[in-house]
């Protein structure tokens, strides 16, 4: 742990306990930006990134956050080249490999929402053994979004509530928004309260479309290998500004 990561180890006493976000989700926006700043190759930037993403998901623990959502894969970046999703891919099942035992000492649940069937079938172990493992962990809820789309979420949930339809099963009249919920990847998973963004673009990027209907968004110029706890702090505190009303006076 960093100086500064010790320093902010514990909640800083400018927040309010009672007024953190209970989920945070975050579009991990940058690496490649970054790792050309550094004068290295983009693969580098992700690397990187992954050490931020463990400190936040240390962070959230430490400062009480029940849970934490990551953009780790969209379905737009099978566009890439070849080798920066190879890359990835091999990434995120060594990463998962390696961080298991911990995740299992420290609580952690694990769940990756996303059309996971697309995934290379060794990836696609290391995610069922590592949600299997910490299923029954009940400390921070983390949830990792790969191969994930908005909008196909939505489509597909469209598709499984039609055919129940056109079975029987279901009446039209039946359809409501708790239901709708409960056939999208995030079924069973609270809605974020706060989504926080780097790089400076401001937009969604096909995430979580349905799910952040009413949550606050922040925006940082940061890159994302550069969010750190000290930035995190900041947009917390953005957050404990925010007058949610959810369409009331």
């Known amino acids: 742990m960093t100086a500064q990561q010790t320093k902010l180890q514990f909640l800083p006493s400018d927040l309010k306990r009672e007024l953190l976000p209970k989920h945070v989700a975050v579009i991990m926006d940058g690496n490649g930006r970054w790792a050309k700043r550094q004068g290295l190759p983009r693969i580098m930037g992700h690397k990187c990134g ?5 400190d936040l998901l240390r962070c959230c623990k430490d400062w009480g956050i029940q849970a934490l959502t990551a953009y780790a894969f969209s379905t737009e970046n099978w566009k890439r080249p070849q080798e920066e999703v190879d890359f990835l891919m091999t990434l995120f099942q060594r990463v998962l490999r390696q961080e298991l035992l911990e995740m299992v000492e420290e609580n952690v649940q694990i769940q990756f929402v996303g059309n996971l069937d697309a995934l290379p079938p060794s990836l696609q172990a290391e995610i069922s053994r590592s949600m299997a493992e910490t299923r029954n962990n009940n400390g921070i809820r983390f949830t990792v979004a790969t191969n994930y789309g908005g909008r196909q979420e939505i489509l597909q ?10 079975q029987g099963v279901l009446k039209p009249d039946e359809i409501d928004e708790q239901l709708f919920e409960g056939h999208l990847y995030t079924a069973g998973i609270t809605d974020p309260d706060l989504l926080i963004r780097t790089s400076g673009e401001m937009r969604l ?33 953005a957050y404990q500004q925010r007058d949610r009303r959810f369409g009331k006076v």
């Open 50 to 54: 992954v050490d931020a993403l463990k």
């Open 157 to 166: 949930a469209c598709r499984a509530i039609a055919q129940k339809v056109q």
């Open 205 to 237: 990027s096909n995430f979580l479309l349905w799910q952040m209907a009413y949550g606050e968004i922040y925006i940082t110029d940061a890159l994302w290998p550069d969010f750190d706890r000290s930035e995190f702090h900041r947009a917390l505190s």
